[in-house]
T-cell receptor
Framework: RKEVEQDPGPFNVPEGATVAFNCTYS??????FFWYRQDCRKEPKLLMS???SGNEDGRFTAQLNRASQYISLLIRDSKLSDSATYLC?????????????FGSGTRLQVQP | DGGITQSPKYLFRKEGQNVTLSCEQN?????MYWYRQDPGQGLRLIYY???????QKGDIAEGYSVSREKKESFPLTVTSAQKNPTAFYLC???????????FGPGTRLTVL
């Protein structure tokens, strides 16, 4: 089983739609959670951190469910510019290396 | 402008050759990382360094080597022992006591 699993998509949605992605992680001791955005042939960029209480940044809302070990990302009022691959990212308990474990990504295509 | 730079952007290698990928950061970050990304897959950790003159193997270190002689620089050498080196290579850095990693623009390596 992969450490971080995502539905690869693609999710094809019209402009203005609301779309939600889920991600599950296998290590129950994981400590930090993030969503990164990656445009085609570019580097990943941090979209937002995910906190237990949930957090919102404009049209984006992230939620964490520790009991079920899943993370979600909700995008409201989708824009064409939201088209990208969204990576679910988890930091484990290895405090020595503090490296991140990446999901394979969910591709979003927003259509006019 | 603070950031992470990687060079070259594209690199072509003949089988049997070693090549070195450059990664430089002026963010004064302590930790630096090398990841590899293959099409449709998440990032996988190759090597990481928490401090100058110290580095550790990640999950897929075979066929790679690194050095960390300066805080700002963390070059990666892809040796001829790496059997399938064609991939997108990403360097990242992170400040001590923070969770967020920032990525350079990446190097696309192709073996001819």
């Amino acid at each position: 089983r992969k450490e971080v699993e995502q539905d690869p998509g693609p999710f094809n949605v019209p402009e203005g739609a609301t779309v939600a992605f889920n991600c599950t992680y296998s290590n129950s001791a994981s400590q930090s959670f993030f969503w990164y955005r990656q445009d085609c042939r570019k580097e990943p960029k941090l979209l937002m951190s995910v906190y237990s209480s949930g957090n919102e940044d404009g049209r984006f809302t992230a939620q964490l469910n520790r009991a079920s070990q899943y993370i979600s990302l909700l995008i409201r009022d989708s824009k064409l510019s939201d088209s990208a691959t969204y990576l679910c990212v988890v930091r484990g308990t290895d405090t020595g290396r503090r490296a991140l474990t990446f999901g394979s990504g969910t591709r979003l295509q927003v259509q006019p | 402008d603070g950031g992470i730079t990687q060079s070259p952007k594209y690199l072509f290698r003949k089988e049997g050759q070693n090549v070195t990928l450059s990664c430089e950061q002026n963010l004064n970050h302590d930790a630096m990382y090398w990841y590899r990304q293959d099409p449709g897959q998440g990032l996988r950790l190759i090597y990481y360094s928490q401090i100058v003159n110290d580095f550790q193997k990640g999950d897929i270190a075979e066929g790679y080597s690194v050095s960390r002689e300066k805080k700002e620089s963390f070059p990666l050498t892809v040796t001829s022992a790496q059997k399938n080196p064609t991939a997108f290579y990403l360097c990242a850095s992170m400040r001590e006591s923070y969770d967020t990693q920032y990525f350079g623009p990446g190097t696309r390596l192709t073996v001819l």
